[in-house]
C-alpha cells in the first residue's frame, strides 16, 4: 500500500504536446518541466508542417511528430508512437484536429485541452484563435477568460479543471485581449497539468 502510494509521486510521467499553430503554450510547458525528475515532455505533435511549433521544437531539440486526421485514426499512426514513447498524458495546446475516439478511449482523463474562452461560451468547431475574441467582442461582453478542461469526444465539452477571467475595458480590441489571455495561458497551463498528473 505504502509503496502503492510512493509510486504515484515516483514514477516519471510522459507528456506529449499537439499543437497547430505558434506553440508558444508547448514551449512555456516544455521549459516548466525541464528541470523536473517527474514530467518529461517527450515530444511535440502537429498537423501542420508550416507552423511555428516545428521550429520551437527544432530549437528545443525535442523531437516533432507529425499527423493527419487519417494519420490519427489508424492503429499503426499516432497511437503508435504513443505507444513507443509510452505517453501517459496528451496535452493540447492549439490542436485544430479533432482527437478521434479510439484515442480518447486510451486516455480517459488524460488529455487535457486549453481554450481562450470561458466555456461553454465560444467554444466549439471554428471557434479558435482570434476568432474567438472577436466574437467575444462583438457581442460586447464585459468578462472573458481561459477555460483549461479534460477532453471528450465533443468538441470543448469535456470536464472543466479551471476556469480564470479577466475583465474587458472598453478599449479593448481582439490584440489587447489576446494579451490578456496569453498572460493567463502561460501563467496557468503549466502549473494545472502539474495537478492533475499528481492529483
Ligand atoms: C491558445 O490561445 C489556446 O488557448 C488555443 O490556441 C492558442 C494556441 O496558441 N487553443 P499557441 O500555439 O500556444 O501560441
Known amino acids: 500500500m505504502f509503496i502503492l502510494f510512493l509510486s504515484k509521486f515516483f514514477i516519471l510521467k510522459t507528456v506529449a504536446i499537439f499543437g ?8 512555456n510547458i516544455y521549459n516548466y518541466f525541464l528541470s ?21 521544437a527544432e530549437k528545443l531539440n525535442i523531437p516533432v511528430l507529425f499527423t493527419n486526421k487519417d494519420h490519427m485514426r ?11 514513447y509510452k505517453v ?20 480517459p482523463k488524460k488529455i487535457i485541452n486549453i481554450h481562450p474562452s470561458l466555456l461553454p461560451k465560444y467554444g466549439g ?4 484563435g482570434l476568432n474567438v475574441h472577436a466574437a467575444v467582442l462583438k457581442n460586447k461582453e464585459l468578462e472573458s477568460g481561459i477555460t483549461i478542461h479534460f477532453v471528450n ?8 479543471i479551471l476556469q480564470k477571467k479577466c475583465f474587458i475595458s472598453k478599449e479593448e480590441t481582439i490584440n489587447s485581449l489576446d494579451k490578456k489571455i496569453r498572460f493567463l495561458e502561460l ?8 495537478k492533475i498528473i499528481f492529483s
Open 20 to 27: 497547430s499553430g505558434n506553440g508558444s503554450n508547448a514551449e
Open 36 to 56: 523536473s525528475s517527474d514530467v518529461k515532455i517527450v515530444f511535440f505533435c502537429t498537423n501542420n508542417k508550416n507552423a511555428f511549433i516545428v521550429n520551437r
Open 74 to 84: 489508424k492503429n499503426s499512426g499516432i497511437q503508435k508512437e504513443l505507444k513507443n
Open 88 to 107: 501517459d498524458y496528451i496535452i493540447l495546446a492549439g490542436f485544430l484536429l479533432k482527437i478521434p475516439n479510439n484515442i480518447i478511449s486510451l486516455y
Open 125 to 128: 468547431k471554428g471557434m479558435y
Open 153 to 160: 469526444e465533443y468538441y470543448d465539452e469535456g470536464e472543466i
Open 187 to 194: 501563467s496557468f497551463f503549466p502549473k494545472t497539468i502539474e
